[in-house]
């Protein structure tokens, strides 16, 4: 059993920067692929970020390729997702998820995941 538990969201403003973290507990975060999700009131969910365990793999959806940035702290069971430049359209519920099985499958979809945050509000006004 994994649990995950975001934070750093807010209200900004556009152009401004925002850090989120994902904290994991468990022994086998290390070895865990992690990935940030995204939903917008009455849209779906959508792909955010996804780094894999050991660091080597980073994927990012086109509409943050360039802003965002994902990383990873194993000795603090952490992940980040450091946005920059944000816009009013990255306004969402952001949630981190975690694949402690590595299971195949892109790293941009929903069913790669076993466990999922409760996620945190980031809000952008322009």
């Known amino acids: 059993q994994v649990q995950l538990v975001e934070s750093g969201g807010g209200l900004v403003q556009a152009g401004d920067s925002l850090r989120l973290s994902c904290a994991a507990s468990g022994r086998t975060f290390r070895l865990t692929d992690m990935g940030w999700f995204r939903q917008a009131p009455g849209k779906e969910r959508e792909f955010v970020a996804a780094i894999s365990w050991s660091g080597s793999i980073r994927d990012y959806a086109s509409s943050v390729k360039g802003r965002f940035t994902i990383s990873r702290d194993n000795a603090k069971n952490t992940v980040y997702l450091q946005m920059n430049s944000l816009k009013p359209e990255d306004t969402a519920v952001y949630s981190c998820?975690?694949?402690?099985?590595?299971?195949?499958?892109?790293?941009?979809?929903?069913?790669?995941?076993?466990?999922w945050g409760q996620g945190t509000q980031v809000t952008v006004s322009s």
């Open positions: 998820a975690a694949d402690p099985a590595r299971n195949s499958g892109s790293y941009s979809l929903p069913m790669k995941y076993d466990y």
